[in-house]
Every structure is written in structure tokens, then in C-alpha cells.
């Protein structure tokens, strides 16, 4: 239980030690180390009795562990602790008491640094810390720091300010700090700062310190907040720092704490009451001085009344209320009366009861027997142009300065609203702006003293071109204040305008291609030349960037690019050493083709000169303009055949050979191949009575000699003699030879009388070739086929009576090349078939056999493509089936061992040649041999239409 009550005592003691609101240290210099302290605290009013004021002047003593001490002193380290003074001000409603005192203190030392804060320090969070705070969290420690310097004679500034603003989310308030310097310094504001140790420790990785949100901006010159209230409703603390300014050195004589309190609301009106007073009064000393301020509901506000008038007054003032709040409207009248020279001042505001809290109006009195003088008007800044930069008249050449400047006859200060700096272009059809800068921007403008500075828009400028400098009204303000030191007055300059230029600049041409002087030339025929120059106007260097030169063809229907050369590339494109106006590129031979015409193009950028001596905005490296021109390759070569006396000569153009090597392509003899003789053809030699040269006789005196120059077809199968395929290269040629003949023929008497013998026999077979599988009305002629085409076959026996069986099936050329390369193709052995396309058909009786294959073409022949099947078939009777049952069986045998015969085969192996014949010693067999071979052929024939065409020449 004990526990309990400890832990409910701690957590009232938290809660009650966020009251901390803020204040304000200010010292006067009493002597070299002697110095009168002035503290002006705000904290909430019902802490406890240390805050809570019930009338102005109660005298209070603060807390016992809050200490004022010098940081560096030796000895006499606490200046004061616990402070005592006595209430200044106090609201009901915000619940907030202002207190001030002061002590005399004398230190070991004229420089060091006063800190206010809760002693131990680590204890802050225990006994005296902010409220909760949106920006910094909860539980924060405070801190406030003095610096102080007597060894100069200087009085440190003084702030009078509220503690606490009211502002309604999304409503924006511009706090005025009204912070005099007695010495009539400078007074410059800013956010504290860690690295000058004006912060408190941090409270879980958070403390009080910098800019109080993202959004707040701090005028440092005129000491003025901008605090848009963009966060969550809740508290904001701001810690600011106030300093006095040497005018000499512009360096800070001595800084005090400012810190206060901003109180976010939930969103509304924006619309608070309007108040108004007195700015500035000048009294004698131990004069009485009376003023009345005044705050009212505005009719665009929604608040009904005025509930208070919140106010930090200076010692010695008093308020009275002549129409006490709550009330539309709300008077107080204020009175002031000082024995001394000095000058105070008051700020106050007002607060209706949506509680949305007027901005802080402040004034000033000044308590002097010597009245100031009224300050002359102070005379705007003026623009000198002639001490600009460029001033009137002035002509630039290719390299201007890179910073360009205004100059004022006195020091300026920045604008704070947007007024530019222009630089425009005049030109024939009027004027451009190129460039403005906005002198309120310090990113675009430079404020030095009495100059403004900018860089150029140099990439912009143009040779030869007249511009104008235009400066606005307001780009530089000259401050003054009036006889109370109000806020400064700004007396913003006039505007100014004046004229320069750019020296005129003609620029280098860019390098052009000379075309009667690069090859291939305009509208000229090539002849195989391998290296093309392009010739250029001025000396040139290889481009950095891709650029290509192009060939393209030119068709009736378009054109088609068939080269593209990258002049970057070193491999394609060569910029030799010896010329430095050409490049060389290798001519792409082999995809032009004779007889067309074409463009050679060369981009823009294939090369550049280099030029030292630019113009504005010019490149030093030009690149190279485009050119383009045709030029037409020579007709194709033809084939022509030379006829000798006993030999011919055929010379081809390799493009007929479409691809193919000279050495596979060869005539009827196989062995005899053709040779590449130059770059544009191969030949082929053979005397009249060679390579499978067939000769014809025209008349008693004209002999013609022919033969066929092609290339191997591929094979059906690997060592096949018969192909599937067309032949690329086929081309006929022949001499038609005039003369007596070149061969003469004669009968040699051997001595040995022949025997001859003679008897006659029947075919029992035949076989036919039909156009379709219905084997109807079969060819009575050999018939022109493709190779998409099937062929089918059919096998029948004279007597229907007898069973038939085919036992063999060949495929061999009419024409033969009579050499060892007339190889019969087999397709069918011992009842087997060996072509992978050959298939058997059922059929209507015994008496017949059918089977279909592809279209095939033999591989080496003569002149024509006439192929002939042959078949050997036999015709069984009842009493004797020995024959046809053995090739039944060979063939069942074959296709039950191969259930995939339908693939081909890896390659052709041709049977063994068997006649099977039953030879008796009589003869009988030879005789029987000899009738088969008599009646009704067993051979078919067609003429393979699927080969390339035959030129003759």
C-alpha cells in the first residue's frame, strides 16, 4: 500500500511542476564587474504561492531550488536564490502571473555567462518544467542564459512581452518582441542555439531549443515572429535570443533570453478583437502619463464579447478599467510617472471569449528632459548606374564578368515583397525578358552594404545584341526611425533603366563535306573499290558522340539501308593521321548488289572542327553539317561460256552461285568442280570428251556439246544418291562447234567369230504409276511432279490367278553422267522398304502389289531430271509359293523389327546385289533370265519438276 501512495504523490508532484512560462533577463552596467540584474518571469498563476499574484506590486519569493548563478565565476558563484519580486501583471483567464525583480551583483570577472535554471539540474523534471509541449514533448527542462560583458561600457537590451499567445489552428499571428537597447543599439533577434550551451539537457533525446516549428519564421532584424499554426492543437514553447549590436564591428555586445509560451486552439474564425493605443509618448522625468488602449469585437468575428485585456507592463505602470471586460467593447485607461531618464515600453493585447487573442500591440515612452529633435526625412536610395555593372552603354565582348552588380548611393536592406531585377532583350520584334532576379530572395540576390549583386544569365546572351538592365521600384529600402524608436519606416529607391550591349561575333562554319572530292563521287558508277573517302572543307576530328554514315538503297518501292558506319567507333571509321580533312571507311562489297543505285548519307556530327576563337554560345567543337549523295553500282556481269578447240570454258558471276562455295559446285562428273577465278566469278573448264559432257550432232558440221554446272542437293539421308530438295545453282551451257569432226570411228578384227543364240519369252509382270490412291487410269506417259508430291506404284501379275510379291525397287536417272557416280537408289530389298517415305497399301486381290512414296530426284545425272523406277516382282502359283513366301516373310520380318520404320534412317547403306536366280547346268536358268526380260516392261518413269530452272547459253 505504501507503494501506492508513494507512486500517487510522485504523480501529483509531476503534474504539478508544469508551470514554467517563460521571461526575460536584462542587466545594466554598474561598473567594470558590478552590474544591477533585472529578472521578468511567467509562470502559471495557481501553481502556488510562489505565482500567485492576487494584486499588482504583492511581493513573492520563488522557488527554493531555482538559483541564478555566473557560470565561470570563482567565487561567488549564486547570484540570487530563491529569487523574491513582485507581480507585474496577472490573467484570471490564461491563468498566468508576470513577476520582476532585481539584485545588485558583483562578479570576480567583467565577461560570464548568468544561467537561471532548477538546481540540481538533473532534478528539472521533478520540480519545475514546461507544460506539455507539441513541439518539444512532455516534461522538458527549462533554461535561461545571460551573456554578459562589462568590460565595455554597454547596458544589455530589454524585452517586454506577454507570455502566452492564444492563436487558433490555422490561423497565423505575427508576434512583435519589443526589445529596446538603452545604449540605442541595433537589437537583432534569433533562435537559441545548443552549440552556444543556451539550451537546457534534453529530456529523452528532446530539448527546448531552435526554431519552435517548421513553419515559424523569426525576422531577425526586426525582432518579429511569424507563427502560422499549422500543428495539433496543444502548447509551443519558443526560445528566443535577443542581442545588441556593435555598429563597428557588427558583433554581439552582450545576449539575453526571451522565452514564452504559444497556446494552439482548436480551428475557427481567424477574426480576434481589434485593439488600439498609444505607440510612443514623450514625458519629462516625474511627469504623469496617461493613455487609454482599447480592444473590440470586430463584426467579422463570431465572439460575442471581450473578456480581457492581457497586458506587460513596465515597472510603475498601472491599468484601470473604465469598461471592464466582459463586454463588446473594452477600456482601460494606463499610467506611467518615472524620476529618471529611460525608455519604457508596454505591450498588451485582446482575448474574446472563443478565446482567440489579438496580435500584440506594443508602445513605447520615453522619459527624458531633453526632447530628441525631429529626424529629418531620410531621402530613398538611389540607383547609380554609371558605378554598375554593366553600366550604360557598355559593349561585351565574349567573356563578361560573372557576377554583375547595382549599385545604390548608401546601404540597403532587402525588400519584403517580391521586386526583381530584370535583364531584357531588345530585338527587332520587341522586347524579351531573359532574366529576372527577385532581390527579396538571398539565393538570387546578394545585399552587400550599397550593392546588389547577381550572376548573369550568360548562356543567354547573344552577339550583337542590344539589352536593357530594369530595376523596380522597391529593390532596395533605406529604414529610419521616428523620434520614439518605433518600428523602422522603409523608403523603398525608384525605379532605374538603362541600356549595354554584346559585341557583334560572326561564327565559324561548321566543316562540309566536299563531294567532288570524296569517293565514291556524286552520280558515278563504282568498281569494286574497298576504301571510300569522304573529303571535308577544313581540317576535322573524331566526334565524342555517336554519328553514323549510312548506304541506302534506293528501290521503286522505298529504300533499305544496308550499312551503317559509326564515326566514333574506331573499328568502322578512320580519321588518318597524313590527311586531316578525310575519313576513310572500308566500302560494304559484299551487301551491294551491281546495277542499283544508292545514297551514301552522312549525318550531321560524323566529324567536328575545333575553333579556339568562339563566338558566344558557340561550340569550340562544330560538328560537321549532313550530306548526302547517290551513286550507282556497275550492271551485273552475265555468264558467258568460251568455246576452244577441244575444250569450253564456263565462267559464272558469283552472285548466281547464291551463296555457294566454287567448290561445290561442279558438272555431270562430280570430280569436275569450279574455281573462283577473281572478286566476281568462278569458272569451270572441261575438254569436249569429259565430265559428263553429252554431245549432240546438229548437221554434218555443227556439233553440240552441253553440260550442267549445279551443286549437290542434300540427300535424303546421309550417303543417299536421291534428294528431296531443290538444287540451288543449275545452270546449262553449251558450244555448238562448227568444223570437222574431232572423232573418228573404226572396227577392229579380233579374229574370233561370236556365237549367237536366240529365243523368245513373256513378261509375267508389269508395273504402273498412277496419279492418285484411287490407282485409276494410271500414266501412259512420264508425268512432271514436285517434290510435295506423292507418287503411287502398283505391281501386277499378267495372270490374276497368281499371287504377286515385289521383291526389289530401284530409282536411277534416264540421264546418266557415265561415270561410278551412277548410283542406283534402292528402295525396296528382299520385300523390304528402305525409303522412309515409302509406304505398302492394301489392295483389291493377290495378284497385285501397291506402295507410295515422295517425289525424289537423283543427285548426280545428266542433263535432264527424267527419273526411272524399276521393280523385280515375281508371280506365284498354288503349286508353287516358295519364292513369294520367302520375300513375305523377309518383309514381315523387316517390319516387325522396325515398328518405327516411318523415321529416316541415319543413313543410306545399298543392299547387296542378288540376282536369286536358279542357274542349272543346262542353262535353263539364263533362258529363263532372258524371258523375263521380254513383253510388258516393269519399270515406270517421271520427270522431277522440283530442281532449279536450266539456263542455256
Not at 544589455?156 to 502566452?164: D, G, I, N
Not at 554560345?617 to 549523295?629: T, V, Y
Not at 554446272?709 to 546449262?732: F, K, S
Not at 572396227?747 to 529365243?759: E, H, I, M
Request: proline content about 7%; glycine content about 6%.
Amino acid at each position: 500500500m505504501r507503494y501506492i501512495i508513494f507512486g500517487l504523490i510522485y504523480i501529483v508532484h509531476i503534474a504539478s511542476a508544469l508551470h514554467f512560462r517563460g521571461g526575460t533577463f536584462s542587466y545594466e552596467r554598474l561598473g567594470r564587474n558590478k552590474l544591477e540584474v533585472t529578472w521578468r518571469l511567467a509562470a502559471r498563476r495557481g501553481w502556488g504561492t510562489e505565482y500567485g499574484c492576487t494584486e499588482i506590486g504583492q511581493v513573492l519569493t520563488g522557488e527554493y531550488n531555482v538559483v541564478l548563478k555566473c557560470a565561470e565565476c570563482a567565487t561567488n558563484q549564486t547570484i540570487a536564490g530563491p529569487l523574491t519580486y513582485k507581480c507585474m501583471e496577472y490573467s484570471v483567464d490564461q491563468d498566468w502571473s508576470i513577476v520582476q525583480g532585481s539584485i545588485i551583483y558583483e562578479a570576480d570577472r567583467p565577461k560570464f555567462t548568468m544561467i537561471y535554471q532548477v538546481e540540481p539540474e538533473s532534478e528539472c523534471r521533478q520540480s519545475s518544467n514546461w507544460v506539455e509541449l507539441e513541439n518539444y514533448g512532455m516534461q522538458t527542462c527549462w533554461r535561461m542564459v545571460t551573456k554578459v560583458d562589462l568590460s565595455i561600457p554597454n547596458h544589455s537590451p530589454v524585452v517586454t512581452m506577454l507570455p502566452v499567445f492564444t492563436v487558433r489552428k490555422g490561423c497565423t499571428s505575427i508576434i512583435p518582441i519589443e526589445a529596446t537597447d538603452p545604449d540605442g543599439d541595433n537589437v537583432r533577434c534569433r533562435w537559441a542555439e545548443l552549440q552556444k550551451n543556451e539550451c537546457p539537457p534534453d529530456t529523452q533525446g528532446r530539448r527546448v531549443c531552435g526554431q519552435a516549428t517548421d513553419y515559424a519564421e523569426l525576422d531577425s532584424n526586426r525582432c518579429r515572429l511569424t507563427f502560422p499554426a499549422e500543428g495539433d492543437p496543444g502548447w509551443y514553447a519558443a526560445t528566443i535570443i535577443v542581442e545588441d549590436i556593435d555598429k563597428a564591428t557588427g558583433q554581439a555586445k552582450s545576449a539575453i533570453p526571451f522565452q514564452f509560451l504559444l497556446n494552439v486552439t482548436e480551428p475557427g474564425s481567424c477574426v480576434g478583437p481589434k485593439v488600439d493605443g498609444p505607440s510612443c509618448d514623450i514625458i519629462r522625468v516625474g511627469e504623469r502619463w496617461t493613455g487609454t488602449i482599447v480592444a473590440k469585437i470586430d463584426p467579422k468575428s463570431d465572439a460575442n464579447n471581450v473578456i480581457g485585456l492581457p497586458m506587460s507592463p513596465p515597472d510603475g505602470m498601472t491599468k484601470r478599467y473604465v469598461r471592464p471586460p466582459p463586454d463588446k467593447k473594452v477600456v482601460a485607461q494606463l499610467s506611467y510617472s518615472s524620476n529618471r531618464p529611460r525608455t519604457v515600453s508596454y505591450c498588451y493585447s485582446g482575448l474574446d471569449n472563443n478565446w482567440i487573442q489579438s496580435d500584440p500591440v506594443c508602445g513605447r515612452i520615453i522619459v527624458s528632459n531633453k526632447l530628441p529633435k525631429a529626424t529629418e526625412d531620410v531621402q530613398p536610395a538611389r540607383i547609380l548606374p554609371l558605378q554598375s555593372t554593366p553600366g550604360p552603354g557598355t559593349q561585351f565582348g565574349k567573356n563578361p564578368p560573372a557576377t554583375w552588380k547595382v549599385k545604390f548611393n548608401k546601404p540597403i536592406e532587402r525588400p519584403e515583397h517580391a521586386a526583381y531585377i530584370k535583364i531584357v532583350e531588345i530585338g527587332r520584334k520587341g522586347q524579351k525578358t531573359i532574366a529576372k532576379y527577385d532581390v527579396k530572395n538571398s539565393n538570387q540576390v546578394t545585399l552587400m552594404g550599397d550593392t546588389a549583386r547577381f550572376r548573369p544569365p550568360l548562356n543567354k546572351l547573344k552577339d550583337g545584341v542590344m539589352y536593357s538592365i530594369q530595376v523596380e521600384a522597391g529593390t532596395g529600402l533605406v529604414y529610419y526611425k521616428d523620434p520614439c524608436g518605433n518600428a523602422p519606416a522603409a523608403k523603398p529607391n525608384d525605379e532605374s533603366m538603362w541600356v549595354f550591349g554584346t559585341q557583334a561575333c560572326t561564327p565559324a562554319a561548321p566543316p562540309k563535306v566536299v563531294k567532288g572530292g570524296s569517293f565514291p563521287r556524286p552520280d558515278i558508277k563504282i568498281d569494286g573499290e574497298e576504301t571510300w573517302t569522304i573529303k571535308f572543307n577544313k581540317e576535322i576530328e573524331r566526334p565524342t558522340s555517336t554519328a553514323f554514315v549510312t548506304v541506302v538503297e534506293l528501290t521503286r518501292n522505298g529504300e533499305r539501308e544496308v550499312a551503317r558506319l559509326d564515326a566514333k567507333n574506331r573499328n568502322q571509321v578512320i580519321f588518318p593521321n597524313y590527311d586531316k580533312t578525310i575519313i576513310n571507311v572500308r566500302a560494304p562489297l559484299n551487301v551491294l548488289e551491281d546495277g542499283n543505285v544508292y545514297e551514301l548519307r552522312v549525318e550531321s556530327g560524323v566529324a567536328v572542327s575545333f575553333n579556339p576563337n568562339t563566338c558566344r554560345n558557340e561550340l569550340s567543337r562544330k560538328p560537321s553539317a549532313r550530306a548526302a549523295w547517290t551513286f550507282k553500282t556497275p550492271p551485273p556481269p552475265v555468264p558467258y561460256v568460251d568455246c576452244q578447240d577441244y575444250k569450253m570454258t564456263f565462267y559464272v558471276p558469283i552472285r548466281l552461285a547464291k551463296g555457294i562455295a566454287a567448290r561445290f559446285l561442279h558438272l555431270h562428273d562430280p570430280n569436275c568442280v569450279a574455281t573462283r577465278i577473281n572478286a566476281t566469278h568462278i569458272a569451270v573448264m572441261t575438254y569436249y570428251d569429259e565430265c559428263g559432257t553429252v554431245q549432240k550432232t546438229i548437221t554434218s558440221d555443227i556439233t553440240r556439246y552441253a553440260n550442267t554446272l549445279r551443286n549437290d542437293a542434300e540427300p535424303v539421308m546421309r550417303g543417299a544418291p536421291v534428294t528431296r530438295r531443290q538444287h540451288n545453282v543449275e545452270l546449262r551451257y553449251m558450244c555448238e562447234v562448227t568444223g570437222t569432226k574431232l572423232d573418228r570411228m573404226f572396227n577392229p578384227n579380233t579374229g574370233v567369230q561370236s556365237d549367237k543364240y536366240r529365243n523368245n519369252g513373256n513378261m509375267n509382270t508389269y508395273l504402273e504409276m498412277y496419279p492418285t490412291a484411287q490407282f485409276i487410269n494410271p500414266y501412259t506417259s512420264p508425268p512432271n511432279v514436285t517434290f510435295e508430291q506423292t507418287l503411287y506404284f502398283a505391281g501386277h501379275a499378267y495372270d490374276t490367278n497368281k499371287v504377286l510379291e515385289i521383291e526389289s525397287c530401284r530409282a536411277t536417272s534416264k540421264d546418266k553422267t557415265c561415270t561410278k557416280f551412277d548410283i542406283p537408289y534402292v528402295m525396296i530389298s528382299d520385300g523390304c522398304p528402305l525409303d522412309p517415305t515409302l509406304l505398302f497399301l492394301n489392295t483389291p486381290g493377290t495378284y497385285t502389289k501397291r506402295f507410295s512414296m515422295s517425289t525424289l530426284a537423283l543427285i548426280n545425272k545428266g542433263m535432264e531430271h527424267n527419273v526411272i523406277v524399276k521393280c523385280r516382282m515375281v508371280a506365284c502359283d498354288a503349286s508353287n509359293m516358295h519364292e513369294c513366301d520367302r520375300i513375305r516373310r523377309s518383309r514381315d520380318l523387316c517390319m516387325l523389327g522396325n515398328a518405327d520404320f516411318g523415321e529416316m534412317a541415319p543413313a543410306y547403306v545399298p543392299p547387296a546385289e542378288s540376282m536369286k536366280l536358279d542357274v542349272s547346268p543346262n542353262g535353263q536358268g539364263n533362258q529363263r533370265r532372258r524371258q523375263r526380260q521380254r513383253g510388258r516392261g516393269q519399270n515406270a518413269g517421271y520427270n522431277q519438276k522440283g530442281g532449279s530452272g536450266s539456263n542455256e547459253n
